[in-house]
C-alpha cells in the first residue's frame, strides 16, 4: 500500500510562509490557551535581546491527555476541535487548522512540553521536540517522539517552552508582542475572563498606555449591531449619555437584510482640541489621549471574543476611515481619532480564517459584515452633515434678516431723532458706509472663493496620500522578509551586510507614512474652532508633521521658546497655516541651486512682550531674491518653478485675521529669509 510521505522541509516551510511573524505565532500559541479554557496565560521572554534565547507560554487550561497530544497536538494540518462545540467556559473555539503552532515553535532549535489533563489529577503528560533531528531525516515520519508520564503536584494546565532561539527580539519586536497580547482578549470588556500577560524587559511603558482608558472623553460613542433575521440598528449619543441620532434599518441601508452572522458594532469619536476636553472639565489633555489612541486607537474585530489580525493594526484602514475622511473632513473621524469594536461570535462558522490567520477569506459572510459598519458609519455623517447644514443655513437667514432689520431701525431713528435739515447729510453718509461693506463683501466672496479652491486641492491631496500608504505597507512587509530571511541566511552576518539597509527601508516606510498623513492631519476641523491658542502647542506640532521632510532635507530645526505659554485668539488652523506655508518655503528655499547642502538651519522663536508675542521663522538660506518684497505678498506671485504663489498670499491674510502684524527680512540674522510676526496676547487689544 502506498501513502504521501514528507520532507521535513515542508515543516520550515509551513512555519516560515504560513504564519511569517514571530508576534503572530506566539500569538497562535495563546489562542490555543484560550480554546483549552485558560483563564491565566503568561508570555515570558527569556535573554531574548541575543540568540539562544527562550519562550515560556504557561497557562492554567484543561490540559492535554496523551490521546490529546498524539491525536490532535502532533497532527499538523488538523485540528481535534469542533468549532461549533461550546467549551465548558462558554467559549466557541478559534483555533482549527492545527498550523499555526508550528510557526512559534520553530523559532527555537528546541521545544518541551508539558501539560497536566484536568481529568487526570496529578498527572504530567511531557515530550520534547529537537528540531536538529529532522536535519538527518528523509521523511517526517522517520522521526518518533517519546511521551513521558510522571507524576505532578502543579495544577491542570501547559506549558511551552522554546529553546535557542534563532533570532533576537528588539524593543520594537517586544512593544509590538505587547500590543498584540494586551488587545487580544476584547480590552473593552472587563468580563472577559481571559488576559493573557507578557514578562519582558521595556514592557511597563506599553502596557499602561494600552490598558488605561480614556473612553469617557469621547466626543460621541456609537452603538449598532445586526440582529439573527440581519436587520440593523444603530444610535448616536454624545458625550453626556444624551441621544443624538436614531437609525432603523431602513435609514441604514435600502437591503432588506444584511446577510452575515449576529454581530455589533461600536465607535468612540474623539475630537482632540483643547475645547472639548475643557468643555467636559476633564482630568487628562488632549495630548494623553492622542498618544493613547496611537497605541490602540482605530477600529478592531473581535471573532469569538478575540481579535483577529491585521484589522484594526496600525496602517490597517481595513474599513477605508482616512479615505471618507478625505473626502468629507468636517463630519468623519479618521483612525487616529477613534477606537472602535467589531464582535461576532459567528457560532456557525461562517467566517474562514485565511491559513496564514492574517484576516478572513473575503466570502459573501465576511463583506456583508463589512458593509454593515462602512453603512452605519455613511449614516452618521449623514446625520451630522444635515446637521451642519441646517445651522449654516439658519445662521445664513438670521444674518440677512438681522441686516434688513438693522438697516429699518437705523432709517427709523434718523427719522425720529436727526433734525429735517441733517437727515439727508446723515442718510448719504449711511449709504457710503452700505457701499463700502457691499465692497467688503465682494472681497471676502472672493476670498472664499480662492480658500474654496485651495480646500479642494486639499482633499484631493490628501486622497492620493491615503491611497499612497498601501505600497508603503508592502514596503514593511518586504523588508520584515528580507529581514527574517537574512538573518537565517547570513546569521552573525546579517548585522554587517544588511541590518543597516534594512532599518533604512523601515524608517523610510515611516516617513512616507507621516507623508501621506499630513494633509489629513491639516484638515482637521476641530483646529477651525475659535478659542484661545497656545502658540507654543501649535508650533511643537507642525514641526513634528514636518519632520520628516526636514530629517529628508538634512534641515536642523531649532525652537528657541519664550518661558510660559503665551495664547493668542483665534483657531489653530489660522495659526497652523502662517507656519505650515513658511516652513514650506523654507524646504524650498533649500531646494535652489546655490543653497548651502551641509549645516542647514532653520530657527522658529518666540517672545513675549507688552500684551503681545512675537515670534520670528529664519533659516540660513540664500534669502527673498527676484521679486520686490512688497509684491511676495500678491497672489500668484512666485519665484518658485511651480509654485503657486498663493503661501504668502494665505500667511499675510491669516496674521490680519489673528489682529497682528508681519515683516519680512531679504535676508536676515541667518542669512536667508526671515519672518517677523507680532500677535496680540488673549485679553489684549489688537496691534
Keep these: 500500500m502506498m501513502h504521501f510521505k514528507f520532507s521535513p522541509k515542508i515543516l520550515n516551510r509551513l512555519g516560515e510562509e504560513l504564519v511569517p511573524n514571530p508576534d503572530q505565532g506566539i500569538i497562535e500559541l495563546v489562542k490555543n490557551s484560550y480554546d483549552a479554557d485558560a483563564t ?10 541575543a540568540i539562544g534565547g527562550s519562550i515560556i507560554i504557561s ?54 512540553l508539558k501539560s497536566r489533563p484536568k481529568n487526570e489529577p496529578g498527572i504530567e503528560y511531557s515530550l520534547t521536540i529537537n528540531w536538529h533531528d529532522f536535519l538527518e531525516a528523509d521523511v517526517v ?10 507524576s505532578t503536584n502543579q495544577k491542570q494546565g501547559t506549558n511551552i517552552k522554546i529553546n535557542n532561539l534563532k533570532n533576537t527580539f528588539s524593543r520594537r519586536d517586544i512593544k509590538r508582542l505587547a500590543r498584540e497580547l494586551l488587545l487580544l482578549a476584547d480590552p473593552f470588556d472587563s468580563n472577559i475572563a481571559f488576559r493573557p500577560q507578557l514578562i519582558a524587559p521595556e514592557f511597563p511603558d506599553i502596557a499602561k498606555q494600552v490598558n488605561d482608558s480614556y473612553f469617557e472623553n469621547a466626543e460621541y460613542h456609537l452603538q449598532a449591531h445586526i440582529n439573527l433575521q440581519g436587520i440593523a440598528e444603530a444610535k448616536l449619543l454624545d458625550w453626556k449619555g444624551d441621544l443624538l441620532f436614531h437609525a432603523e434599518h431602513k435609514d441604514i441601508t435600502q437591503e432588506p437584510s444584511y446577510k452575515t452572522s449576529p454581530a455589533e458594532f461600536e465607535l468612540w469619536i474623539f475630537l482632540l482640541n483643547p475645547q472639548s476636553f475643557s468643555a467636559k472639565n476633564s482630568s487628562v489633555s488632549a495630548t494623553v489621549v492622542r498618544k493613547w489612541l496611537a497605541e490602540v486607537g482605530n477600529v478592531h474585530l473581535y471573532h469569538r471574543n478575540l481579535r483577529v489580525k491585521p484589522y484594526g493594526d496600525q496602517g490597517d484602514d481595513w474599513l477605508k476611515l482616512n479615505y471618507a475622511r478625505a473626502r468629507n473632513p468636517e463630519v468623519r473621524p479618521s483612525t487616529s481619532t477613534v477606537i472602535g469594536r467589531v464582535i461576532v461570535n459567528d457560532p456557525d462558522n461562517k467566517l474562514i480564517q485565511k491559513t496564514d490567520r492574517l484576516g478572513f477569506i473575503e466570502n459573501e459572510d465576511f463583506l456583508e459584515l463589512k458593509r454593515f459598519t462602512t453603512d452605519v458609519l455613511n449614516w452618521i455623517a449623514k446625520e451630522r452633515l444635515k446637521t451642519i447644514e441646517n445651522k449654516r443655513e439658519i445662521v445664513k437667514q438670521q444674518s440677512s434678516h438681522k441686516v434688513t432689520v438693522a438697516k429699518a431701525k437705523i432709517e427709523e431713528v434718523i427719522k425720529a431723532e436727526v433734525p429735517e435739515e441733517s437727515r439727508e447729510i446723515v442718510l448719504k453718509v449711511v449709504q457710503q458706509y452700505e457701499n463700502a461693506k457691499e465692497v467688503e463683501t465682494k472681497v471676502l466672496r472672493e476670498d472664499l472663493q480662492l480658500y474654496r479652491s485651495l480646500a479642494t486641492a486639499g482633499t484631493t491631496a490628501a486622497v492620493f496620500a491615503h491611497e499612497s500608504g498601501k505600497p508603503v505597507t508592502l514596503i514593511e512587509k518586504i523588508a520584515k522578509r528580507i529581514e527574517q530571511k ?4 547570513l546569521k552573525e552576518k546579517y548585522q554587517e551586510f544588511l541590518e543597516e539597509p534594512v532599518e533604512k527601508l523601515y524608517k523610510i516606510a515611516q516617513s512616507l507614512l507621516r507623508f501621506s498623513n499630513f494633509p489629513l492631519q491639516l484638515l482637521k476641523r476641530e483646529k477651525r474652532r475659535t478659542g484661545a491658542v497656545n502658540i507654543h502647542h501649535v508650533i511643537d506640532d507642525v514641526v513634528e508633521l514636518f519632520q520628516p521632510f526636514f530629517d529628508d532635507c538634512k534641515i536642523e530645526v531649532v525652537r528657541n521658546q519664550a518661558d510660559g505659554e503665551p495664547c493668542i485668539h483665534g483657531s489653530d488652523a489660522l495659526l497652523e497655516a502662517i507656519l505650515t506655508n513658511l516652513l514650506t518655503n523654507t524646504i524650498s528655499a533649500f531646494n535652489v541651486e546655490g543653497a548651502c547642502n551641509k549645516g542647514r538651519k532653520v530657527i522658529i522663536s518666540t517672545e513675549i512682550g507688552e500684551g503681545y508675542v512675537q515670534f520670528k521663522v529664519l533659516d540660513n538660506g540664500l534669502g527673498i531674491r527676484d521679486i520686490k518684497l512688497d509684491e511676495i505678498w500678491l497672489p500668484g506671485q512666485t519665484t518658485k518653478q511651480g509654485g503657486t504663489g498663493l503661501g504668502l498670499t494665505i500667511v499675510k491674510d491669516s496674521v490680519s485675521d489673528l489682529g497682528g502684524k508681519i515683516q519680512a527680512i531679504k535676508n536676515g540674522e541667518l542669512g536667508g529669509a526671515e519672518f517677523v510676526i507680532e500677535l496680540p496676547l488673549v485679553g489684549e487689544k489688537p496691534l
Excluded at 40 to 49: A, D, G, H, Q, R
Excluded at 78 to 88: C, H, L, V, Y
Excluded at 486 to 489: L, T
Design 40 to 49: 491565566e496565560c503568561t508570555v515570558k521572554l527569556v535573554n531574548t535581546s
Design 59 to 112: 497557562d492554567n487550561g484543561v490540559g492535554m491527555d496523551i490521546n490529546a497530544i498524539s491525536e490532535g497536538w502532533l497532527v499538523l494540518g488538523r485540528s481535534k476541535k469542533d468549532a461549533n462545540e461550546i467549551t465548558p467556559l462558554g467559549r466557541l473555539p478559534v483555533g482549527n487548522k492545527g498550523l499555526g503552532r508550528l510557526a512559534a515553535l520553530q523559532q527555537g532549535s528546541q521545544v518541551i
Design 141 to 150: 515520519e522517520d522521526i518518533a517522539f517519546d511521551i513521558q508520564k510522571n
Design 486 to 489: 537574512g538573518k537565517k541566511g
